[in-house]
């Protein structure tokens, strides 16, 4: 437990730290924009290693927040890669954004459980047994790390204080939905790639937890969202397919919400992780960019 305590101390000096930086700027052959890369430790409440891209220069630029999804696993999220949608961050930098990409609590190195020795890792986005899960605080929990970010960005001054976007996907896109409920005055619009929770249980293809508690919830979100969205899903999610997807997008939009949908044909073995991929760009891309010139 000596040694437990002294990894526990030396982690929560590191993320006390500044923010530090390990990128090089890079120019892209097929991009005029030069962009550098950075790993921030975030002095929030939970303290949160951050992936950033960002424009050279001195900003201060808009601010993207993008939003990973969760696995239930403790030992999945040890092994959570610190930065996960790179090239997707990348594109937006060079679009002229300042990306935060936050490892969210419970993952990497935080994710730390071990129940018969009392050890908790800080991971809040469970949602409990799919009798009755509790989709709506995991969301809000997400959320609220979001906000945290918003806010502290903007005291530093190296972010516009209005205009956010807010990026998500699979859980970090139901976190983005759960953001909208709370209509925060920064955020300009939100994008979520393949949203949702409680997909693929017992890892089965297209088996979802309480897939009618997901809808109920997405319309509760709704009520109250007024924040313009973009929501992408593909063909061949297997963990949110077309016809959930569709009946959440109803219940959101009926109750309220402002949300744009698009089904993008199927994607490589599984249209879930269509975000992640290089090669996906040229197809999403078209898609935000003429949703974003929108709310110009």
């Avoid at 919400?257 to 269509?274: D, Q, R, S, V």
Wanted: glycine content about 10%; aromatic content about 12%; some cysteine.
């Amino acid at each position: 437990m000596r040694s437990y305590s002294l990894i526990q101390a030396l982690l929560r000096t590191v993320l006390l730290l500044p923010a530090f930086w390990i990128g090089m700027a890079q120019a892209d052959d097929q991009a005029q924009r030069r962009i550098q890369e950075e790993v921030w430790a975030l002095p929030l409440p939970l303290p949160t290693f951050a992936y950033l891209a960002r424009p050279v220069g001195e900003g201060p630029f808009p601010l993207v927040i993008m939003n990973h999804g969760v696995s239930l696993n403790p030992t999945e999220r040890s092994f959570f890669p610190l930065v996960e949608f790179r090239d997707a961050a990348k594109w937006f930098a060079r679009q002229g954004y300042l990306v935060v990409a936050p490892v969210g609590p419970g993952f990497g190195a935080s994710a730390i459980d071990i129940p018969e020795r009392g050890i908790y890792g800080p991971f809040f986005s469970k949602v409990g047994k799919c009798a009755n899960p509790n989709f709506r605080d995991a969301g809000l929990a997400v959320a609220q790390a979001d906000l945290w970010i918003i806010q502290y960005m903007v005291a530093e001054k190296r972010v516009l204080p209005d205009g956010v976007i807010v990026v998500g996907q699979s859980a970090g896109g139901w976190a983005s939905i759960a953001l909208s409920s709370l209509n925060p005055p920064q955020v300009k619009a939100i994008i979520t790639f393949a949203a949702g929770r409680g997909g693929r249980v017992d890892g089965k293809p297209n088996n979802n937890c309480a897939p009618d508690k997901l809808v109920e919830t997405t319309g509760e979100f709704g009520r109250t969202s007024r924040v313009p969205m973009l929501w992408i899903y593909i063909e061949n999610d297997t963990f949110f397919g077309p016809a959930l997807s569709q009946r959440m997008h109803q219940a959101f939009t009926a109750a309220g919400g402002k949300a744009e949908y698009h089904l993008m044909p199927p994607f490589g073995n599984e249209g879930h992780y269509f975000i992640g991929s290089p090669d996906a760009i040229p197809i999403w891309s078209p898609l935000v960019s003429t949703f974003l010139d929108k709310l110009k």
